[in-house]
């Protein structure tokens, strides 16, 4: 890979909110990255009400030529946040991680961005990732990683165990760029699936996920889904598969698997939660 000393060739983005217990080890996993080529940090800060935006501040004062803070005067949501913190990005290249996961492995960059360097069939790069509670205790770590390939299929029935945001490095395709200003991004639940989803249906390139453990995800109290009633939770990915269902275009054949997937998965949750009109409206929704 040829680039002169100046350019930006990856930039990492970070969402947080009310992230004071963990913003400092994600921020210390971005900055102990060892690479051969230049990348950028920047920290999306949405008003937090402890003490993540003071955190935040020393990082970036201390590291001025590395670090950006992106941030406002209010608060404006995770879907927005998202989106002014991709509006700066330089990176032919772009990582993610929420404030409170963190990288383990300081050649984590390095490595995707050389695989999709020499890949030029594969549109995102992943890896295997630790999951541990609030508590630091593991409740999942796979002990034997091999090398995967996702594709938009899997993604779409939910394949893709080892895709966690976290873990991801994408291209930074004109495509992907429209995404984060599409209208139906602002109403989706899960914006790194929709994503995921994208990404791999406008390149029509797959997902490769590296043998190897490089990072932890931490599920706690403060997450954003950690604390909602399965019933709710059940809702927002449904309200996701109507979005899923009118954004993309599909074949007989992934219309009819659609199909299979949403009587598995929605049928009986929406007649019993909604009405049976409901359910056969998205039964002729997606055929």
Known sequence: METSSEEIVLSVCCVTYNHEK????????FLMQKTTFKFEVLIGEDCSTDQTRKIVDEYALKYPDKITLVTSEVNVGAHK??????????GR?????????YWTDPLKLQKQVDFLEQNQDYIMCCHYSKRIKENNEIYYMNLNPKPITYSFEDILFDNDFETVLLSVVFRNTPEINQMYKADWFFQ?????????LYATFTSGKDIYVLPEIMSCYRKHTGGIWSTLHPKIIKQKTLSDLYLIIKIFKYSRVQKFKLLLYYLKNYFLFEVKDHSIQNAFSTIKTIL
């Not at 963990?22 to 996993?29: M, R, T, V």
């Not at 946040?81 to 330089?90: E, T």
């Not at 290249?93 to 409170?100: E, H, N």
């Open 22 to 29: 963990y913003i400092a080890q994600a921020i210390e996993g």
């Open 93 to 101: 290249y772009v990582a993610l991680c929420d404030g409170d996961d």
């Open 188 to 196: 989706s639940n899960a914006p790194d699936r929709f994503l995921k």
């Open 81 to 90: 946040n998202a989106v002014r913190i991709f509006s700066k990005v330089k």
